[in-house]
């Protein structure tokens, strides 16, 4: 039985949505990552119930919460850390740009793995920082990390900003791929920023395994940024977490805030506290759903849009649709001009010829978005 409605539209025009804002009324947005599904009842009550206190001033989280995201490290990643290792953010990006920030010297490089969301692309260059790419591979529906060239990268940086699960890529790493990264980085003397954001958004069965669970020694030089912003699709609240276990590197860290980065939004810590504590029901309803969008998602493009390649992605909603055999130039203006579908451009992440498509959507607005995306190819 369902219990939650993913199939049923919801209209976000005129709510100060991002996604639904940037284009006109004719274009169908299929871009930015967030979802377009209603928020799960209990995170909303728990919204509701926090408004009727009627004062809104600076938040902190309180102790339920911080405790309930160690409960939760512990019971789903068999992750043990102390409650002060958990510090509160208005967001993963700034936690990646205040690690970059806190733990690295002008000059130092630090490696990405490419495609890469854009904000990781563009983080080293704030901090007078050199990018050293590493680039991912998609061979069928597998995404390889090639361990020497990543060796080598590591060997001219200090840090590997990392991203698990991948975006754009939907790649879930591995046990015995973290493993090999881990220890690649370590005999480097790289710290590690593992960005997590996608962690809960896993298909066929997959469990999260933090980078830093892997052992004390990965943990005391990783920086962890987790959120529950995107399984729950309240990314507009604007809450995160990092979790550093080692006490030195987490001051700086934290010292690393000043003058940009200040409290966290008070709504966005009592939905995360709810997300926790009541959101078990509906995240488990959303992965069937979104599982099936994207099984429904790959046969499609696969049978009706000619000359797009797809490898069906392990997590996250988002698909890495490779263009370059289409014979159009980069997909993503193409698209928006002929289909009137929004697309996110893969020249974002450091791929021109590839765009990222968001299939956290009701069915009916997926399968519209296809069919436009196949009309304009057969009107070529
Ligand atoms: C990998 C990744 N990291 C970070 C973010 C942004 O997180 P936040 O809004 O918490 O800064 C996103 C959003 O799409 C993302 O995909």
Same mark, same amino acid.
């Given at each position: 039985?369902?219990?939650?409605?993913?199939?049923?539209?919801?209209?976000?025009?005129?709510?100060?949505?991002?996604?639904?804002?940037? =284009?006109?009324?004719?274009?169908?947005? *299929?871009?930015?990552?967030?979802?377009?599904?209603?928020?799960?009842?209990?995170?909303?009550?728990?919204?509701?119930?926090?408004?009727?206190?009627?004062?809104?001033?600076?938040?902190?989280?309180?102790?339920?919460?911080?405790?309930? $995201?160690?409960?939760?490290?512990?019971?789903? =990643?068999?992750?043990?850390?102390?409650?002060?290792?958990?510090?509160? !953010?208005?967001?993963?990006?700034?936690?990646?740009?205040?690690?970059?920030?806190?733990?690295?010297?002008?000059?130092?490089?630090? $490696?990405?793995?490419?495609?890469? =969301?854009?904000? *990781?692309?563009?983080?080293?260059?704030?901090?007078?920082?050199?990018?050293?790419?590493?680039?991912?591979?998609?061979?069928?529906?597998?995404?390889?990390?090639?361990?020497?060239?990543?060796?080598?990268?590591?060997?001219?940086?200090?840090? !590997?900003?990392?991203?698990?699960?991948?975006?754009?890529?939907?790649? $879930?790493?591995?046990? /015995?791929?973290?493993?090999?990264?881990? /220890?690649?980085? &370590?005999?480097?003397?790289? $710290?590690?920023?593992?960005?997590?954001?996608?962690?809960?958004?896993?298909?066929?069965?997959?469990?999260?395994?933090?980078?830093?669970?892997?052992?004390?020694?990965?943990?005391?030089?990783?920086?962890? &940024? *987790?959120?529950?912003?995107?399984? =729950?699709?309240?990314?507009? &609240?604007?809450? /995160?977490?990092?979790?550093?276990?080692?006490?030195?590197?987490?001051?700086?860290?934290?010292?690393?805030?000043?003058?940009?980065?200040?409290?966290?939004?008070?709504?966005?810590?009592?939905?995360?506290? /709810?997300?926790?504590?009541?959101?078990?029901?509906?995240?488990?309803?959303?992965?069937?759903?979104?599982?099936?969008?994207?099984?429904? !998602?790959?046969?499609?493009?696969?049978?009706?849009?000619?000359?797009?390649?797809?490898?069906?992605?392990?997590?996250?909603? !988002?698909?890495?649709?490779?263009?370059?055999?289409?014979?159009?130039?980069?997909?993503?203006?193409?698209?928006?001009?002929?289909?009137?579908?929004?697309?996110?451009?893969?020249?974002?992440?450091?791929?021109?010829?590839?765009?990222?498509?968001?299939?956290?959507?009701?069915?009916?607005?997926?399968?519209?978005?296809?069919?436009?995306?196949?009309?304009?190819?057969?009107?070529?």
């Amino acid at each position: 039985m369902k219990d939650f409605d993913f199939e049923t539209p919801i209209d976000r025009r005129g709510t100060g949505c991002s996604k639904w804002s940037r =284009y006109g009324d004719d274009v169908l947005p *299929m871009w930015v990552a967030d979802m377009d599904f209603a928020v799960a009842p209990p995170i909303l009550h728990a919204i509701r119930a926090r408004l009727d206190h009627p004062v809104l001033g600076y938040g902190v989280a309180r102790d339920a919460l911080r405790d309930a $995201v160690v409960a939760m490290l512990a019971r789903e =990643y068999g992750w043990d850390v102390a409650p002060e290792a958990v510090c509160f !953010l208005p967001g993963v990006e700034p936690g990646f740009n205040m690690a970059l920030r806190a733990l690295l010297a002008p000059g130092d490089g630090v $490696v990405v793995q490419t495609p890469a =969301y854009k904000p *990781m692309l563009a983080a080293p260059g704030h901090w007078g920082l050199r990018r050293v790419d590493a680039p991912l591979a998609v061979r069928g529906d597998d995404v390889l990390c090639d361990l020497d060239a990543l060796r080598a990268a590591l060997a001219k940086s200090r840090a !590997l900003l990392f991203c698990n699960p991948h975006n754009p890529l939907g790649k $879930v790493f591995t046990r /015995a791929e973290l493993g090999s990264i881990a /220890a690649a980085a &370590l005999d480097s003397g790289a $710290v590690i920023v593992s960005d997590e954001i996608h962690c809960e958004l896993l298909f066929d069965g997959r469990r999260h395994i933090p980078i830093a669970s892997l052992s004390s020694e990965v943990a005391a030089r990783t920086v962890t &940024l *987790m959120s529950a912003s995107k399984t =729950y699709n309240i990314a507009g &609240l604007k809450t /995160a977490c990092a979790i550093i276990p080692d006490a030195a590197m987490r001051d700086r860290f934290l010292a690393s805030k000043a003058g940009m980065v200040d409290s966290v939004n008070v709504l966005g810590l009592e939905a995360t506290l /709810a997300a926790l504590e009541h959101g078990a029901a509906w995240k488990a309803e959303l992965l069937r759903y979104l599982q099936g969008n994207r099984d429904w !998602l790959v046969e499609a493009v696969r049978g009706r849009l000619p000359g797009v390649t797809v490898h069906r992605p392990e997590g996250t909603f !988002l698909a890495w649709l490779d263009g370059s055999a289409i014979g159009i130039g980069e997909p993503q203006p193409w698209f928006l001009d002929r289909a009137k579908v929004a697309l996110s451009p893969g020249a974002e992440f450091g791929a021109p010829l590839g765009a990222r498509l968001n299939f956290g959507c009701p069915r009916s607005v997926l399968e519209a978005g296809v069919a436009r995306l196949q009309a304009a190819l057969a009107a070529r």
